[in-house]
């Protein structure tokens, strides 16, 4: 396991570094776990988590991160490249970081949710927020975090399409009321948290940029009903444009991209209450 650039084995992980930049000082207790998850690649799973990191970091909440997406590895791609413009930017503010190992043959769900409270422990020496990229077809470790998880945010592209696919098809290969396998996974991981009033799972909508009026109107409407019919907390719509993609290649985000989308700032700001993070428990937001 590597933990901010250090290293130790799974069974006795390594005290952070000063790689986080907290604001404030850790104030103790477990750290707020959430896991940014969907049900399809592509949807700005990555980016979201990167933004969302340095958005709780600039709020005050000392936050970490954790790249489970063993295939990908785009948000330790995404650290790698900040830490690089770290030279040029030194008033960005860089998160605690851990890096899963590729599990092997042996790493079962026992072997997975025990690694993973390992990486929880490490992170939240320094952390009150640890933000998991975690697609939920990633592995065992995947599926440990989503269990882990305070709240599980599923990015879905804002399209009828990826509406229906929250649903299972019936016969006619129509959307039906059925929720879909991820869907029954997500409920299946977040049943306790929901149960005590915990937000436990936000669906987020991904807008591009051909949607816009009377259509951005409707995919909106569509959304807050599948949320309804699927049991899935408010959350605001992020926009998924050019300005997060050139952000996200320089170790950016939209917080800190003269080109960004006006939009970017108030949707994480919106998320960020959505969340309800006991580390900003009556803070004044603004990005």
Known sequence: MSVAGGSASAAA???????????????????????????????????????????LLTHGAPTGVLDLDLRRRALSLWLNRRKATLTTRPDLVMPAAATA????????????????????????????????????GAGPLARAAHKAADVIVSVTPESAVEIAGLFENDEDALPSKRPSRYVRMIWEATMK?????????????????????????????RFAEARRLLG????????????????????????????????????????????????????????
């Open 193 to 221: 948290r929901t149960a005590t009033g915990d937000p436990g799972w936000l669906l987020v909508a991904s807008r591009g940029l051909s949607a816009e009026g009377g259509e951005a109107v409707e995919m909106t409407r």
């Open 13 to 55: 992980p390594a005290a952070l570094s000063d790689a986080a930049t907290p604001v404030r000082p850790r104030v103790g207790g477990r750290p707020h776990v959430i896991v940014i998850s969907g049900p399809a690649d592509g949807a700005g799973k990555t980016s979201l988590a990167a933004a969302l990191s340095v958005a």
């Open 232 to 287: 899935a907390g408010p959350a605001p719509t992020i926009p998924e444009d050019a300005a997060w993609r050139r952000g996200f290649d320089a170790g950016l985000t939209p917080l800190e991209t003269d080109s960004a989308s006006g939009t970017a700032p108030q949707a994480l700001r919106d998320l960020i209450i959505a969340l309800r993070l006991p580390a900003l428990e009556g803070a004044r937001l603004a990005i």
């Open 101 to 136: 190992p590729p599990g092997g043959p042996e790493h079962d769900e026992l072997t997975a949710a025990r690694d993973l409270q390992l990486f929880i422990d490490a992170l939240g020496q320094a952390c009150e927020a640890i933000v998991v990229d975690a697609p939920i």
